[in-house]
Each structure stands twice: as structure tokens, then as C-alpha cells.
């Protein structure tokens, strides 16, 4: 019996790594004609449905009926849009799915893919960026490097590595030609733009032109890494106190303006409540530290991360966390520039009970590209604004609006402050989800004047400023749905309450007045000479606000005109079939035809203003 030979199985030739591979060229013409056509899409469906058909009572039932259905579909063809060609959209579609308190859950949940459904760029276009501008192959530089992404962006694209040192890092690396790409975009939504700016109730509060240019400049801002790493730096020194908050650190070496290294992180997404309530995390302590974070950052230091989307933040579970706590119920002034009230994220009323304090976490910011800087001025006004925020007072909310220019030339303030006390009036005090639980109808009514007038305009240098309260408001809305944000931000408002008055100036305050005093007693005499000197001549002119009673009289001159359109449709409809019963068939045509032209004469929207 011969010996037999065994040949053992071939093995499978080892996959090559990827090699850097320049990417095909880009179509910027097929792109603008893409994105401009989808975006004046909009715009049409909007004024057709939302403003044009909501005019006749008759369709109003109808348009209010399929409202959802039609933004639903709207948003889903923005997504495959969005996922199709990447760059400004997505960024887009992530800040309005994070818009709960705006936005139908139904249409968010259509836009949420774009939070983590991103297709990344091929890994050989990738490496040909690193190669490009660090000089060498990642396999030089890393120890490892994994070419498949493991996060993708509307911008870039992240790779995990490990360092020569033995750090692991996270990697994070521009698409192709995505200058290019935002360049084209921002051109397309300023051609739209350019064609709805001169609508009256746009332009009337916001230049936006101008805010589209801030909106490309941070845009662009984005596409600088180096900057990033240098946003990053600032976030790590400003929270370097404060427990339970963390930013990862940069790697400044290694990083360029295309490429970006940084600390790698672990954690689970915020918005994945599911896994967060099995670990044992409470979602009332995140959303209350979510909210004391941004207060920090918009009260206090004045640079704030203005993209807080679900996909930049994430909580990671600590066995042990040291929690500031504050000193007889209050902090010092150091404690409350370092930021040591953050952690203290629950009021009292919160903390005995079972379901709001969890397990430990760490909460965790990734993502410096946009970021945003409130100079001085603004933000005395917004600590003033949340402080009558916190007590209710309506005055003084209107005073910081009026200092931060964001009321209409002109405006009553008697108006706004009335309308500010309705609505602190219902909502005050109550939890987001009772809010959402608020009579609409009941409160459009009793705020009337103020949605009819809409005095309010945004200022260019608050645009971000917006973007960022809305979307930190939104994900504690659905992190938390019984989260109470007046409870939260009231000790932070005495805070700062007692901090003015312990550093007001008295000695500066009152020269300020005097100073102010003497300068009206200067103009009086001045100004009382013209008033006597117009009055002797007949030249004297008063003012007065008509506007609510040219209103009133526009509408009861349009409820005349319907009548007598009403009574001549009628009329004529009933003298047609009185000469077609004496078989005049062709005098009865032309009598419905003139029925019928007085009926849509009836019923043809007029303007409201």
C-alpha cells in the first residue's frame, strides 16, 4: 500500500491594500441645475400650497389635511438627493431632523438617515488626500491605519489609526473636490434666493443675502482643519474643569488643512435612547447637562460648538464621576466661569428621585468645524434675556431684543411685550411635553397682532447663534420629553443675577446717567424752540399708528366686495335659468359664464396687509 499524499487547500491570495487613486472629474454645471431646480421646487410647492390655496376657505380644509403627507414626501426626496451628492444638503438635512420642536416627527424621521447613513468616498480617493498633504502613505505614519471609514460627513469622512506611540486616533479626512462642491451649492441656493429676497415679509426682516454669505463663510471656515484643531484646543481649555463634559484632544502635527487627527473616542450616539435607557443613563440628566453645557458656552465664554447634531455628541458610561456640587445652594464666581455648576445637571426637585439620576457619563463633543463667537455686547443682552426669561419678565425679555437690534424699525414695543406675556403665560413653568399639548388656536388668538406683524428680524451676526439654541432645544426635546427647561435654567439665571449686582459699577452706572441726564437737558431747550416755533407757524405734525385700523378697514371692505360678488353670481346664476326655461339657450350661457366669473371674482385671495 503506497503512502498517500495530502496537498493542503490553496490559500487565497491576500487582498493588496488600497493605493491612492485621484478621483473622476467633477461636473459643477450638473450639480448647480440638480440643486438650484429642487430648492425652486420648494419654493413653488410652498407658495402654492402654504400661502396661495390657504386664502380660499374652500381649500384651506384640504391643504391642512395632506400637510404632512407632502412634507413627508418633500423631505424624502431630499434625502436621496442629499445622500446622492453630498456637501451643503446634508449639513441641511441633519440641522432640520434634529428640529423637533418644529418639525413633525413623521417628517424627521425621513431626514434622519442623513445622520449616519452617508456613503463614504472611495478609500484610494482618500489616500490620495493624506498622501497629498502630509507627504507620505498613511503606512508611514500610522502604526495602523484601517482604510474603511468608519463615520462619514457632509464634508469628510473619518479612519480610525494608532500612532507610532501607540495612541489611538481618529483620522479624519476631506472628501474630493469639496471646495469645488460647496462652491457650487452656496451658488445654487443664492439663485434662489435672489428670487424670493423681495417677497415683503422676507425682506422686510431679514437681509438674506446677507445671511446666506455669514452661512458660506462658517461654511467655509469648515473646510479648514487646522482651524478645527485650534476651535478644539479652545473647547478643552474653557470646560478643563468641569466633570462629566469632555473634547477630544488634536493632534497638531499631524494635522493640515485637509487632514485632521484627533483623540479617538468611544461612546454611544445620543439620540440612541434605546441603548442609553438599557445602560442605564438618564435621559432627564442628559438633556438637563446637554442644556447647562450650551449655557456655559453661550452665557459665559462666548464661543460655542454651533452644530450639535445628533452625530457630534455622545455619552460614554463612567464607572465613578466626581459631580460638582454647589456650596450652601450656590456657586462661587469662580466656580461659575470654570463652568463647576455644569455637572450639577438636575434641581433639587430632581434629586431624590429614581428616574432622574442614572448610571455616571461623561457627555462628548466631537466636530469643531462650526463653530460660533458672540462678541461682549450680546452677550450682556442674552444674560439679561434669560434672566427675565427665568422670571417671567416680559420687559426685560424685550429689552434684550431691542438691544440686540432684533426688533423692526418702528415696532410697539406695548405689542411685543403683551404677546411675550401670553405666551410665558402658557408656557411657563410646564415641560416640553406639555407644551406640545398647548391650544394653538387659543394662543394664535390672543397673539394676533404680533403674528400678523411679525416685527422681528434676525441680525446677521445672531444667525448661528439661532441655529444652535434651536437645535439644542430640539434633541433636549426628544431626549427628554418631560424635561422643564425654565426649572433648569433658573438657578443658572440667579446665578448671574447675583453676579451683575455684585459687579455692577455703581460708581460708573450713575455717571452714565448723569452723563445722559445732562445731555437731554442740553437738547431740551433746542428742541422745545422748534416745537413752539412749528406750532406759532401751522407747521406742526402729529403720528399715529393706523395700521390696526387700516386693517380693520381693509377687511371690512373686502367682506363688502364678497358680498356683492355673491349677490351678483346669484343673481346672474338665477337669470340664467330663467332664460333657459324660455329656451333662450345662448342669453343663459353667457349668464352662467358671467355667474361663474363673479364667483371666482368672490372668492380671489386678497392680501391680508
Avoid at 326655461?581 to 386678497?606: C, D, H, N, V
Amino acid at each position: 500500500m503506497s503512502d498517500s499524499l495530502t496537498i493542503p487547500p490553496a490559500q487565497p491570495a491576500p487582498t493588496p491594500p488600497p493605493q491612492p487613486v485621484m478621483p473622476p472629474p467633477f461636473d459643477p454645471r450638473k450639480r448647480f441645475l440638480r440643486v438650484s431646480l429642487f430648492f425652486l421646487g420648494v419654493v413653488i410647492h410652498i407658495y402654492v400650497w402654504d400661502i396661495f390655496l390657504q386664502r380660499f376657505a374652500l381649500a384651506r380644509w384640504y391643504v391642512r389635511r395632506t400637510q404632512i403627507r407632502r412634507w413627508k414626501a418633500i423631505a424624502r426626496n431630499f434625502r436621496t438627493m442629499a445622500l446622492e451628492l453630498g456637501g451643503m444638503q446634508i449639513k441641511l438635512g441633519q440641522f432640520l431632523s434634529s428640529r423637533a420642536d418644529i418639525l413633525h416627527e413623521s417628517v424627521r424621521r425621513e431626514l434622519a438617515g442623513l445622520q449616519d447613513e452617508v456613503p463614504p468616498a472611495p478609500s484610494g480617493h482618500v489616500l490620495e488626500v493624506i498622501l497629498e498633504d502630509l507627504g507620505a502613505a498613511p503606512a508611514e505614519i500610522f502604526a495602523t491605519f484601517e482604510p474603511e471609514a468608519v463615520a462619514a460627513a457632509s464634508l469628510g469622512q473619518v479612519h480610525f489609526a494608532t500612532l507610532k506611540d501607540g495612541r489611538e486616533v481618529a483620522v479624519k479626512v476631506q472628501r474630493p473636490y469639496i471646495r469645488r462642491i460647496v462652491e457650487v451649492d452656496l451658488s445654487a441656493v443664492t439663485w434662489v434666493v435672489r428670487l424670493i429676497k423681495n417677497y415683503p415679509p422676507i425682506r422686510r426682516r431679514a437681509d438674506m443675502e446677507a445671511l446666506l454669505a455669514e452661512f458660506g463663510r462658517v461654511l467655509v471656515n469648515e473646510l479648514d482643519y487646522i482651524s478645527e484643531a485650534k476651535n478644539a484646543e479652545t473647547f478643552r481649555s474653557n470646560f478643563a474643569q468641569v466633570a462629566g463634559v469632555y473634547f477630544p484632544e488634536p493632534i497638531m502635527e499631524l494635522t493640515t488643512r485637509r487632514v485632521l487627527v484627533m483623540e479617538r473616542i468611544n461612546g454611544v450616539k445620543i439620540s440612541d435612547l434605546k441603548t442609553l435607557e438599557e445602560l442605564g443613563v438618564s435621559g432627564l440628566e442628559v438633556a438637563a447637562r446637554l442644556s447647562n453645557v450650551y449655557l456655559k458656552q453661550f452665557f459665559i465664554d462666548g464661543v460655542f460648538h454651533a452644530d450639535p447634531h445628533p452625530g457630534n455628541l455622545f455619552v460614554r458610561v463612567e464607572e465613578e464621576q466626581p459631580i460638582a456640587v454647589y456650596h450652601n445652594g450656590r456657586v462661587s464666581d469662580e466656580d461659575l466661569i470654570s463652568g463647576a455648576w455644569v455637572s450639577h445637571a438636575l434641581p433639587e426637585s430632581h434629586l431624590h428621585s429614581d428616574d432622574a439620576v442614572g448610571v455616571p457619563f461623561t457627555l462628548i463633543f466631537v466636530d469643531f468645524g462650526m463653530v460660533g463667537h458672540l462678541p461682549p455686547q450680546t452677550m450682556e443682552s442674552l444674560r439679561s434675556g434669560v434672566i427675565g426669561l427665568a422670571t417671567n419678565d416680559a420687559d426685560r425679555i424685550v429689552d434684550a431684543f431691542e438691544k440686540m437690534n432684533m426688533l423692526l424699525p418702528g415696532t410697539d414695543r406695548r405689542v411685543i411685550v403683551r404677546g411675550i406675556q401670553v405666551l410665558l403665560r402658557h408656557s411657563f413653568n410646564r415641560t416640553m411635553r406639555q407644551m406640545n399639548e398647548l391650544d394653538m388656536e387659543v394662543l394664535f388668538s390672543e397673539t394676533r397682532e404680533i403674528v400678523y406683524d411679525l416685527p422681528f428680524q434676525i441680525p446677521q451676526d445672531l444667525l448661528y447663534l439661532g441655529r444652535a439654541m434651536s437645535m439644542v432645544g430640539g434633541l433636549a426635546t426628544e431626549i427628554c420629553p418631560d424635561i422643564n427647561l425654565f426649572e433648569e435654567l433658573l438657578p443658572f439665571a440667579q446665578m448671574m443675577l447675583e453676579r451683575e449686582q455684585k459687579q455692577g459699577n455703581w460708581t460708573e452706572r450713575i455717571q452714565k446717567e448723569l452723563l445722559d441726564i445732562g445731555q437731554i437737558l442740553l437738547k431740551l431747550p433746542r428742541q422745545m424752540d422748534a416745537y413752539y416755533t412749528s406750532a406759532n407757524r401751522g407747521d406742526l405734525q402729529t403720528r399715529s399708528d393706523t395700521t390696526r385700523l387700516e386693517r380693520s378697514m381693509r377687511r371690512v371692505e373686502r367682506s363688502n366686495d364678497r358680498l356683492a360678488g355673491g349677490m351678483m353670481a346669484a343673481s346672474l346664476f338665477l337669470g340664467g335659468v330663467e332664460l333657459r326655461t324660455r329656451g333662450l339657450e345662448k342669453e343663459a350661457s353667457r349668464a352662467w359664464w358671467g355667474a361663474i366669473a363673479a364667483a371666482i371674482w368672490t372668492f380671489w385671495p386678497r392680501s391680508e396687509r
